[in-house]
């Protein structure tokens, strides 16, 4: 089981962003303790996929130091995570995979058994998509739709929904048979990402700890 997830996953990073809560920097290069939010990620999802791209919309350039493919968005203009979604699953057909994990760039404490917890969730509820979700600390769960599972076979149906205005990520999925993967969050929430000063200030803090 574990094998296949392996062979037959790729992961992608969502890292084209404006970053308006942030002043528009790029988030990716933002540093936390020693090194960058993007390298947070990528040693967190390198070892669950069989092969990691980094999605980007405008200039790629400053992320080819991190020697991966950099995909950029094929919509004009900033069309959102969706858009992110689908230049992942056009990367993931090119190059064999059956499905992408994506996940944010500002997320640097992301599970270390991600890919794995997706693909269980898939499989049990027999679901071509899962997200994963987080307790949201009144004893519901929270779905993060910018992490999830997603068949490379969807990605034609995705296209026609992304020309015909669909942005939001948590509808197209739920529109085409998404499940939930439910993780803990304890002791935080793995999916804390970082949108703020504040925020950037309260990860540095949690990692002082
Ligand atoms: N490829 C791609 N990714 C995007 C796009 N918009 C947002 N993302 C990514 O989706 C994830 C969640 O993004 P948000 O936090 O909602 O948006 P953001 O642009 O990063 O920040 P704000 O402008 O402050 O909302 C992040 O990893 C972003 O880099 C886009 O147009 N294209």
């Not at 020697?67 to 979604?85: F, R, T």
């Not at 992942?88 to 640097?108: F, M, Q």
Request: charge should be negative.
């Amino acid at each position: 089981m574990t094998h296949s997830i392996f062979k037959n996953t790729a992961g992608v990073i969502l890292a084209g962003g404006l970053a308006t809560r942030m002043g528009g920097i790029d988030k990716a290069l933002l540093r936390l303790g020693d090194t960058t939010l993007l390298e947070l990620v990528i040693e967190r999802l390198a070892p669950q996929c069989r092969e990691l791209a980094i999605n980007v919309n405008g200039n790629a350039n400053r992320f080819s130091a991190f020697g991966l493919p950099v995909i950029p968005d094929s919509l004009p203009g900033h069309q959102g995570p969706l858009a992110g979604i689908l230049a992942g699953l056009d990367w993931g057909a090119e190059i064999g995979v059956d499905a992408i994990v994506t996940v944010a760039t500002d997320t640097p404490f992301l599970p270390h058994d991600l890919v794995v917890r997706l693909a269980d969730a898939s499989t049990h509820a027999a679901a071509p998509i899962a997200l994963a979700a987080s307790p949201d600390g009144t004893g519901t769960m929270r779905p993060h739709p910018t992490f999830g599972l997603w068949p490379v076979e969807l990605r034609e149906e995705l296209r026609q929904s992304l020309h015909s205005g669909t942005r939001k990520v948590s509808q197209w999925a739920h529109g085409h048979g998404a499940t939930l993967a439910e993780f803990n969050s304890s002791p935080f929430d793995p999916f804390i990402n970082i949108n703020t000063p504040e925020d950037l200030a309260a990860a540095r803090s949690l990692i002082a700890r």
